[in-house]
């Protein structure tokens, strides 16, 4: 079962651009609860607390515990996220509610183990690709793992890993697998790499386009992203 993380909260009524702002500039980050058969309610968090938990590949497919003063609390899920474009601050966060009967969607992570000692991973000029990072997975709160693990440690040279070959735990389901096998998608490959791959001559294909964008145009979209949270 994911890790729980408990995080600090207060209630907020001033919303708009101006008092998020205003949580900001003092080291505050706008938030807000909702789901469960309740209504939504604002809340800010402490952009320090934030930040640390956030660090943690966990906090993103975990039951987290809100706790507002001594005695509220409330469980709940990250369903979203938004982070500066360019300063290493939290714009914003949603949570959504659970409860313990209640079935959650949620996206958790791929660990990938023993793909060095697979013997793919072991043989000349083949690569092992990750297709995918995380999974969307459907489970119980008690049953929600923190993460899904992709045993490659018998991968050959040429083999596939797919959505249906991952173990799940008891509880556990993917959704995607439901809709029929053609979502049955790659999650690992093993492939020989030719020799023209990756050469400086790729790069040098590239490189004008790269060379050719615009530093205003992308910092002018910097800013405009910026504004766009501000109007939580």
Do not use: C, W
Not at 20 to 32: C, D, E, F, K
Not at 82 to 103: L, N, Q, T, W
Not at 107 to 130: L, W, Y
Not at 133 to 150: H, N, S, Y
């Amino acid at each position: 079962m994911a890790v729980h993380h408990t995080i600090m909260a207060e209630f907020r009524e001033d919303v708009g651009k101006g008092a998020s702002r205003r949580l900001r500039h003092n080291g505050q980050v706008p938030a807000i609860i909702y789901g469960g058969h309740r209504d939504p309610v604002t809340l800010s968090l402490q952009q320090t607390a934030l930040l640390r938990a956030a660090e943690h590949e966990s906090f993103y497919a975990s039951i987290i515990e809100i706790q507002v003063g001594d005695d509220l609390t409330q469980q709940a899920v990250v369903r979203d996220l938004h982070r500066h474009p360019f300063k290493p601050i939290i714009m914003h966060v949603d949570f959504m509610r659970v409860s313990a009967g209640e079935v959650l969607t949620i996206a958790v992570p791929i660990h990938f183990i023993g793909e060095d000692r697979s013997p793919a991973g072991k043989a000349s000029g083949v690569v092992i690709q990750h297709h995918m990072t995380d999974v969307e997975i459907e489970a119980l709160p008690k049953d929600l793992p923190e993460f899904l693990a992709v045993d490659l440690s018998a991968m050959n040279v040429g083999d596939s890993v797919m959505l249906s070959n991952i173990i799940l735990p008891d509880g556990v389901s993917i959704p995607a697998l439901q809709s029929g096998i053609e979502h049955d998608a790659v999650v690992a490959n093993a492939i020989h790499v030719k020799e023209s791959q990756g050469t400086d001559e790729d790069v040098e294909e590239i490189k004008p386009a790269v060379e050719g964008e615009e530093p205003e145009k992308a910092e002018q979209e910097d800013e405009e992203a910026a504004g766009k949270d501000d109007e939580d």
